[in-house]
């Protein structure tokens, strides 16, 4: 009986809670870049979060400028990325949802 209420309890919050993924956008470069004089530092990725209570009032903004310096300052002089890809994670829980915008490519100087 005790398992049966485990099993329950858990098919109700798989139905509370859920995730998805969408792309968010596809760039060359975050900054205009001649291609003949950079240097790739390597790949990296930054990401922000923010949660809205109830779907409706959030706290914070899905910044893109604050998620390229967190992959830029993963190398040092790192000054653009290249080859730029952002996605979206949305979690939806029980209270509201939980946004995570991730920003990745390769560092260039």
Known sequence: MEAMKLGLFAIALCCITSCGYRPAGLAPSTTPVNMQEITVLGHASGEVSYFSLLGIFPFGKPDYQA?????????DNG???????????????????IQKLTVEGDVVK
């Open 67 to 75: 998620a390229i310096q967190d992959a830029l300052s993963k190398f």
């Open 79 to 97: 000054r653009a990325l290249i080859n730029v890809r952002a996605t979206f994670k949305t979690t939806w829980v029980v209270v509201g949802v």
